[in-house]
T-cell receptor, first 112, second 117 residues
Framework: EADIYQTPRYLVIGTGKKITLECSQTMGHDKMYWYQQDPGMELHLIHYSYGVNSTEKGDLSSESTVSRIRTEHFPLTLESARPSHTSQYLC???????????FGSGTRLTVV | AQSVTQPDIHITVSEGASLELRCNYSYGATPYLFWYVQSPGQGLQLLLKYFSGDTLVQGIKGFEAEFKRSQSSFNLRKPSVHWSDAAEYFCAVGASYSGGGADGLTFGKGTHLIIQP
């Protein structure tokens, strides 16, 4: 049973649209992360948060933005989607550095 | 900077045969090491992790991995694979500190496991 939820699972959207990918966890974890995974490729960290009102950019540059207004919620927003944003986006969380990461099922985004 | 190398992009194994997936890492301090499995169109499921202590780690689904500091390796093994093990396997290294900077995972490129009857 998943404790971290991502919606939608699949999204096809036109160029220029604004989209928000949702990520919620029920475990009370302070640390949350967004990874981007292109087909057949490894995952790259694009955003992370260590708690409410904390957001940082990850190793891979991304045009997306994130917010952390509540502990359990870590949405990712693209103000103007482009075909280059087509990818799978995976959200993860963990309690602290001594614990493993729990991943959501991902959102597969296609921009046409 | 930390990095992870999974030398095998694809591996084909017969059902019932043993399996070893290779993983080499580069990290300046004591690493936290993970193996994840990803089925098509799914998120990642944690198979096992190594933080410290016994270098042979047992995971779910009959998998185990051995941490060898001298070889900078964390290879994944299973004595007898099942058709349901066909998936993408990712090795990852994480920061062993909770200080400044990103403590997200650095992933290898993955190994695609094919099980033949």
């Amino acid at each position: 049973e998943a404790d971290i939820y991502q919606t939608p699972r699949y999204l096809v959207i036109g160029t220029g649209k604004k989209i928000t990918l949702e990520c919620s966890q029920t475990m009370g974890h302070d640390k949350m992360y967004w990874y981007q995974q292109d087909p057949g490729m490894e995952l790259h960290l694009i955003h992370y948060s260590y708690g409410v009102n904390s957001t940082e950019k990850g190793d891979l540059s991304s045009e997306s933005t994130v917010s952390r207004i509540r502990t359990e919620h870590f949405p990712l927003t693209l103000e103007s989607a482009r075909p280059s944003h087509t990818s799978q986006y995976l959200c993860a969380s963990r309690r602290d550095s001594n614990y493993g990461y729990t991943f959501g099922s991902g959102t597969r985004l296609t921009v046409v | 900077a930390q990095s992870v190398t999974q030398p095998d992009i694809h591996i084909t194994v017969s059902e019932g045969a043993s399996l070893e997936l290779r993983c080499n890492y580069s990290y300046g301090a004591t690493p936290y090491l993970f193996w994840y499995v990803q089925s098509p169109g799914q998120g990642l499921q944690l198979l096992l992790k190594y933080f410290s202590g016994d270098t042979l780690v047992q995971g779910i689904k009959g998998f185990e991995a051995e941490f060898k500091r001298s070889q900078s390796s964390f290879n994944l093994r299973k004595p007898s694979v099942h058709w349901s093990d066909a998936a993408e396997y990712f090795c990852a290294v994480g920061a062993s500190y909770s200080g400044g900077g990103a403590d997200g995972l650095t992933f290898g490129k993955g190994t695609h496991l094919i099980i033949q009857p």
